[in-house]
């Protein structure tokens, strides 16, 4: 699933990235967990300076396809009607911010993170406000943000192998 999301600079930029980071927890519990369809999972916002990109998906067996899609849809839905708790928020937020930490534990992630931020953000030191952002999010704040971006046209894409 593919659909225009808050750009990098929006108030809701770290609200989405929560939103979508419990999507893809969602259905990794459903498709992975608990139904054994799913090699993985995920959930992500990119901001990017016009309109972000909201993403989520599994990635199954050509078999289970058809399945997937319906199950993922249903999930977005279920999302849209029932808030993220405050236990896969602070999950999430907890998560995020100790990806980002782990980013810039190593020179490499210091350099990449510096330059996405010159780059993207116009500023190298993104991260620390990104953090903060993450840190502030409330439940309701997420859920605003799923009943506008998840509520919109979406792209089914669906990468099979070639028979």
Known sequence: ????????????????QLAAYVLGGRIDVVLRQRNGWAYSSFGNHIPTRGDGLLLAGAVVQPSRADATVAEILRLIELQMDEPVTQEELALAQNALI??????????????AESGKGLLVHGDPGWRAQATSALESVTAEEVQRVVQRYFARPMAIIRILPEP
């Open 1 to 16: 699933m593919a659909a225009p999301g808050p750009a990098h600079d929006s108030t809701e930029a770290a609200a989405a």
């Open 98 to 111: 100790g990806q980002n930490q782990r980013l810039l534990d190593q020179p490499l992630g210091r350099a």
